[in-house]
């Protein structure tokens, strides 16, 4: 595992990384997904697909939504490729497609977080460590 990744133009600290291939760790150092090679392409389904399946059981959840927005007219709001991989349950939305109108509140959520000129608190270290490492187990 590498002491560090990149998420856009913003350093993660491994411990935050509970899942990781050669090719990506959910998230790859690409902006647009037309950008990526068949095999980064591939390995970031895959990926996404193994991470789906453990979250899904972990979450006690029965469905799962895949989402990408694929540049910023698309709700891109970190400049790279990456896939949301949400846990569904049944009623957890009035409406099945208001969980977009949420991806887009929580993209807009994590731009304004990581933007370093504002006040934020973070979530600690600690905090974030402890749930990469429960979901590490995950793949163990």
Do not use: C
């Amino acid at each position: 595992m590498e002491a560090s990744y990149k998420f856009g133009p913003y350093k993660i600290d491994a411990r935050e990384v509970f899942h990781a291939t050669p090719l990506s760790y959910a998230m790859r150092e690409v902006k647009r997904f037309a950008d990526l090679s068949s095999d980064e392409t591939s390995d970031l389904w895959v990926t996404a697909k193994e991470v789906g399946v453990r979250l899904e059981q972990y979450h006690k959840a029965s469905s799962l939504t895949f989402a990408i927005q694929d540049g910023p007219e698309a709700g891109q709001t970190v400049p790279h490729v990456h896939i949301h991989v949400i846990p569904r349950k049944k009623g957890d939305f009035e409406k099945n497609d208001e969980i977009y109108d949420a991806i887009d509140v929580k993209e807009k959520e994590l731009k304004e977080k990581l933007d370093l000129d504002i006040e934020r608190k973070d979530r600690s270290m600690e905090e974030m460590a402890h749930e990469a490492n429960e979901y590490r187990a995950l793949f163990s």
